[in-house]
């Protein structure tokens, strides 16, 4: 005997309910309108290198109302985290240090990703290494030493703190974390304020002069710490960083240029400083 076939479950019931509908597809995300593109360029400002401005301030308001001049008083760059007898609690700090800093960096990739971009569109990728180790080199050789110039003169005329680039403790360490740190303030002042930051502002229908100036005065901003000096000075470096960004549209050489810039700074303290009578510190 052949078994009967179920009808369906609305008509069975003969309640006259409606079958169960499939749960809707989600909505299509927002477009990103300039009230959402000002928002996002604060927050990863507020999370990365507008922070790192205010504190600056900060730090420079602190500097003018001590009792000394700013060429007595003394900014780290890079400094211990732990007791000299706890080496590899203090490497492991730095490490942390370092990994987190990257954070805003994959922020801001992730979102170019949201709006149909990619790091490539800033150009922060290796397919030219030679062209962007060729560029960053000149660009280094050009602001490095333009840039110790203004320190030095800077410095003689008290308008500018001693910049004591490493303060670490002699382990075997040291230099490699230093390297690293350059590095990392490389990607991430050049990814932050020259990539992204004039590709959103030039979306949001900014002039190009007028997105050039604002990435230069937020550097100059967040380097305020160090004295007017080198708030002068890394205003100049912003420049010409957003004209190189501008003309080769390429963020990879300017990484390159400042991680080549610190790595001599850096190691440079390690073992000038202390050796040589011209170098204050």
Known sequence: MAERTSEPASAASGDGERPARAPSAHPAPAPLTPQLLRGEILVVLALSLGA?????????????????SLAEQTASLVGSQADAQRPWLDLSRQV??????????????????RTGQSATTIGFDVRRPGRDLAGGAALAALIGGGGLVVYLVSWQLGLTVTVAPSALNDHWWQVPVLVLQAVKNGVLEEV????YLLLRLERLGWSPVAAVLAS??????????????????????????CWFYRRYGRVMPLVVAHALIDIVA??????LIGRVDWLPG
């Open 96 to 113: 942390y240090s370092l990994v987190f800093a990257m954070a805003p960096v994959a922020l801001v990739v992730h979102l170019l990703h």
């Open 192 to 195: 932050i304020v020259v990539g």
């Open 52 to 68: 790192a401005a205010v504190s600056a301030m900060i730090s420079f308001i602190g500097s003018m109302t001590a009792p000394q």
């Open 266 to 271: 850096f190691a440079g303290s390690v073992y």
């Open 216 to 241: 230069s005065v937020l550097r100059a901003f967040y380097h305020l710490y160090q004295g007017i000096g080198m708030f002068f000075g890394n205003l100049v470096m912003g420049v010409v960083f």
